[in-house]
């Protein structure tokens, strides 16, 4: 199957300015997950989406960051502005699983590293 | 604030070694967890997962769960140099998931 597509795999912004990634998972996947992963960190989740409705928003820093999936498929992810501090990769995952089962992971996508100077 | 903890390295070992990766977490209401491994730039990849005390084994690698120490840990034997890469535990915490900071494993030819 193919594996949770993500565009652009780099991007270079100036401070202050707006960007935005985007995500399509395996065909089929319910759910998906966007990642912050900071250098010399493990990954962050930010947003969770089930279909198209929002699952879990609690880390999103809401005054900047905007995500949404549309149909339940593709999901994008926008930062406005964006700080020197969210430099970082962006990552995708989906997973097709029933996260209420006990053996249920995810698929990471390959990521978008964001530099913002 | 649910915590995943691991020893952030590097971890050397040389080739045909046994490397041993830790990892503790601090809700002991988690059921499920899982080993991750990233390659320098590349996306975490799945290697296994865990949710009974006690060990698991697939191929060379081993996971071992102690849920009453609160404490996850991942075995590589006859590490290889292709074994390189930071191992990132993850811990279920209701429907997500926290990662620890990882691990970066180096195997010496």
């Known amino acids: 199957e193919a594996g949770v597509a993500q565009s652009p795999r780099y991007k270079i912004i100036e401070k202050r300015q707006s960007v935005a990634f985007w995500c399509n998972p395996i065909s089929g996947h319910a759910t998906l997950y966007w990642y912050q992963q900071i250098l010399g960190q493990g990954p962050k989740l930010l947003i969770q989406?089930?279909?198209?409705?929002?699952?879990?928003d609690s880390q999103l820093p809401k005054d900047r960051f905007s995500a949404e999936r549309l149909k339940g498929v593709d999901s994008t992810l926008k930062i406005q502005p964006a700080k020197l501090e969210d430099s970082a990769v962006y990552l995708c995952a989906s997973s097709s699983r029933d996260s209420s089962k006990p053996n249920y992971g995810y698929t990471f996508g390959s990521g978008t590293r964001l530099t913002v100077v | 604030q649910k915590e995943v903890e691991q020893n952030s390295g590097p971890l050397s070992v040389p080739e045909g070694a046994i490397a041993s990766l830790n990892c503790t977490y601090s809700?002991?209401?988690?059921?499920?967890f899982f080993w991750y491994r990233q390659y320098s730039g590349k996306s975490p990849e799945l290697i296994m997962f865990i949710y009974s005390n006690g060990d698991k084994e697939d191929g060379r690698f081993t996971a071992q769960l102690n849920k009453a120490s609160q404490y996850v840990s991942l075995l590589i034997r006859d590490s290889q140099p292709s074994d390189s890469a930071t191992y990132l535990c993850?811990?279920?915490?209701?429907?997500?998931?926290?990662f620890g900071p990882g691990t970066r494993l180096s195997v010496l030819p």
């Open positions: 993850a811990v279920n915490y209701g429907q997500n998931f926290v």
């Open positions: 989406f089930q279909n198209n409705g929002v699952v879990d």
């Open positions: 809700d002991r209401g988690s059921q499920s």
